[in-house]
């Protein structure tokens, strides 16, 4: 498929960038604190009992699992951020449709139009 040109308008591209960049600096801040607390954790010893050692052990997993979401929204954004550039974004990766404005400003990073990401 051929890239498409941006159907949005100038200033919800520029709300949306704003908003993207808003998004990133969050992210960013979060993945720093986290990396901050991300350690290797001797759990026999920071830990009391079994079951201290279970919860621990779902903490940690949990963590993990936050860290790979948050990666994935890195992906996201910084692809988002890069069509905005290219003059592709708004644009339904799938069908080449719009993708309505207020979508875009509730999941800024997405790459379909409703239908094609429901399937419908």
Partial sequence: MTAVKSPL??????????????????????????????????????????????DAIQNESLNKKLEEREKTQLAQILDALRRIEEGTYGACSACGRPIPFERLMIYPETRACTQCATGN
Avoid: F, Y
Avoid at 25 to 45: C, F, H, N
């Fill in 9 to 54: 308008p100038p200033e919800q591209m520029g709300q949306v960038r704003e908003e993207l960049l808003r998004t990133l600096t969050r992210l960013e801040r979060s993945m720093k604190i986290a990396g901050l607390t991300d350690r290797a954790r001797d759990l026999e010893q920071d830990t009391v009992g079994r079951l201290s050692r279970i």
